[in-house]
């Protein structure tokens, strides 16, 4: 039988176990968040995140990407986590095909990913965790705008800025459209 790892620091946030990576099998120990340092910049374009490379950052390290996705919204540098979590809350993390938005009804097919802020603000309204990375379909990112903001859960002045972000990102869209088809 194979040696044990030892539990994790993220393992608290998550349902899955700690255990050794089936990708990455001579990593065999837990190590700190801080050291975590893979890079990332592919996952977060594949993914949809906002990398950095054009414009602002949403993610900006590995450590930063599995605290996220986690509900861990700053960075513990101090925790520890094992391979399998590493790879699986990182790097190797895949997207459901389906929208993960919490109200969700139907079987539209995602078109945009879910940043931080969206994230986090799911966490806040509906008490429900939904990593960075998932997809939202058109009628529930709808929804999402028209979502009216809780007092005291997250502050008004960040969900008006949030939501002018995805509004203004909209409009953007729809004119860039308008224009090609002239």
Known sequence: MAASIGKCSISVYT????S?????????????LKDCKRGIVSHLLKN?????????ADV???????CKRVRLF????????????????GVHW????????????GNAKPYRSFNSLVSKRMVSE??????????????????????????????????ETDIEAWSCRLRTRKTETVIYEV
């Open 20 to 32: 050794f990576p089936p990708l990455h099998p001579s990593e065999i120990s837990l190590i700190r």
């Open 74 to 89: 700053t960075i513990e540098e101090a925790f520890t986590v094992c391979p399998y979590h590493r790879d699986f809350l």
């Open 126 to 159: 509906f008490g429900t965790l939904v990593p960075i990375g998932s997809g939202i379909c058109r009628k529930c990112h709808g929804d999402y705008l028209n979502l009216p903001s809780s007092i005291g859960m997250i502050g008004e002045a960040q969900a």
């Open 94 to 105: 895949r997207p459901k095909t389906s929208c993960q938005y919490p109200d969700h009804q």
């Open 15 to 18: 349902p899955s176990c700690c």
């Open 48 to 56: 949809g995140i906002r990398s950095g490379m054009k414009g602002e």
């Open 60 to 66: 900006f390290s590995e450590a930063d990407l599995i």
